[in-house]
């Protein structure tokens, strides 16, 4: 699947993309379009908002975040404050062993609440 496929998709009934695998954030950098990425182009296709990461996420960490993050979506639906408060959340967790943003700050959202 390519960006130029991925854009081309009708998502506009689509609330959130999460693209849980490395660099999904990354793109190339174009002096017209910007930055296109994995990220960008799920918004293109009309995606409300996307969660995609900017390097390579340790697995363990990525587990966790996204245990946090699921398990609060369940009863509030306000993506960007769910997110947010996860970051938090792992950030104070990590502190002691592992409070280099490596661990818990490799994930962005993109979009909309």
């Known amino acids: 699947m390519t960006g130029l496929k991925i854009a081309s998709l009708d998502l506009h009934k689509t609330e959130l993309v999460v693209l849980s695998a490395c660099e999904t954030a990354v793109g190339n950098n174009d002096n017209i379009v910007g930055v296109s990425s994995l990220s960008r ?12 990461s900017l390097w390579e996420v340790e697995d363990t960490s990525t587990k966790e975040f996204f245990e946090h993050f699921y398990e609060k979506v369940k009863t509030y639906k306000n993506y960007a404050e769910v997110f947010k408060q996860t970051q938090r959340e792992i950030y ?6 592992k409070a280099h943003p490596l661990f ?9 609440a």
């Open 41 to 52: 182009a799920f918004m293109m296709a009309g995606a409300k908002s996307t969660i995609a």
């Open 104 to 112: 818990w700050a490799g994930f962005s959202f993109f979009g909309s």
């Open 92 to 97: 104070q967790q990590y502190q002691k062993d």
